[in-house]
């Protein structure tokens, strides 16, 4: 403010110089910001613009673009500031045209840190491919920091009419704590929903598996809310504190999308172990739905009572499709079985009847 004040008072003893009239001192300095205005801006379009086109990257090159409008205005918003003063107009009149100018002034810097927001984002969404956590993150980021510029613009307003803001402040610390007991479980799912959103434990289209059981496909993930869509096309919305504090399955997770399915199958003592591996390895690799890499396998697993039990293991792309492949997998075991002269026991027992009890022996005599 110091700075301010020395650098009004060598402007008015500048203004001075042309005499008592004070409109033509305030005209005066008025002009001669404008001037000042369009100087720094030439220099800013040509001398700046010129050294970062040398540079690679774009950033600067947008960003000085971006400061052409709100440097000009400022400087001719502080011309016309000054050229106020000078006039000596009466308190009230002069408080309203300052704080004018102070809220042209605030406008006009919102915009700018706006557009820069989107700047930043767009730079980060293009050179962090590499980083999905960050893309994620990314409309988390974009918020906030919207909320941010915003909260700082009404601060800024505030001083420009000379409004105290200490006592706006004390009283949003005690509203927010009253919220923030009465909106507990709320608070709870949004601070989930970020956790979600920055570890990603799962995304938009994977399969997952509830700790309560249920299965779908994740729709959507929201800050308080995820939602999926189970088999039978009924839409599910969980709390993000439930999912953040449970076990969740993702069976689109890992390295790779791909889903491992199991048919497991019993046959007959006495059969050939080798025919039975050769049959179905062959059922999945004639099925066209299933990967090749990583191909199929069969495992012995167990003498069974009554059987001997294989498992086919096979790998298919999308877990939405483990139900009906595994369906039709099943069917062609069983015809390729069939065909190939393979038995599938099944339990059964035999009774054997010792004696039949003499007053059963004599009803049936009777009869």
Request: charge should be neutral; charged fraction near 20%; aromatic fraction near 8%.
């Amino acid at each position: 403010m110091q700075a301010f004040e020395n650098f009004r008072q060598f402007v008015d003893s500048w203004a001075a110089i042309l005499g008592p009239n004070i409109y033509l001192q305030a005209a005066a300095i008025a002009l001669a910001f404008i001037i000042v205005a369009k100087i720094a801006d030439l220099i800013i379009a040509k001398v700046v613009s010129q050294l970062t086109r040398k540079s690679k990257s774009l950033v600067d090159d947008e960003l000085v673009s971006l400061l052409h409008r709100p440097v000009f205005v400022s400087v001719i918003l502080i011309g016309l500031g000054l050229a106020t003063r000078r006039l000596d107009l009466p308190t009230a009149f002069d408080f309203l045209c300052i704080g004018v100018l102070k809220t042209i002034a605030v406008f006009v810097w919102l915009g700018f840190l706006q557009r820069l927001l989107r700047l930043i984002s767009s730079t980060i969404s293009r050179n962090l491919d590499t980083t999905p956590a960050w893309r994620r993150m990314m409309p988390l980021i974009d918020t906030v920091g919207t909320f941010a510029i915003f909260a700082l613009a009404i601060y800024f307003l505030f001083l420009a009419w000379n409004i105290d803001v200490t006592a706006w402040l004390a009283s949003a610390g005690i509203i927010g704590l009253a919220l923030s007991f009465a909106a507990k479980d709320t608070l709870a799912n949004l601070f989930a929903g970020v956790s979600i959103l920055a570890d990603a434990p799962y995304k938009i289209g994977d399969f997952i598996i509830l700790e309560s059981g249920e299965r779908g496909m994740v729709t959507q993930i929201g800050f308080r809310s995820t939602r999926i869509l189970t088999r039978d096309d009924v839409e599910i919305t969980i709390p993000n504190g439930i999912i953040g504090n449970g076990k969740i399955i993702n069976e689109a997770g890992g390295p790779s999308e791909k889903h491992r399915i199991r048919a497991t199958v019993g046959v007959a003592y006495g059969s050939d172990i080798d025919q039975v591996i050769e049959v179905l390895q062959g059922v999945a690799r004639d099925h066209e739905e299933v990967c090749k890499d990583p191909e199929p396998r069969v495992r012995f697993r167990t003498f069974g009572q009554s059987s001997l039990d294989f498992e086919l293991l096979c790998w298919i792309e999308r877990p939405v499709n483990r139900g009906r492949i595994g369906h039709e997998i099943n069917c062609a075991i069983y015809r390729a079985f069939r065909d190939s002269g393979i038995q599938i026991p099944f339990p059964q027992r035999d009774l054997h009847v010792k004696g039949i009890p003499e007053p059963l022996t004599r009803l049936l005599d009777r009869e």
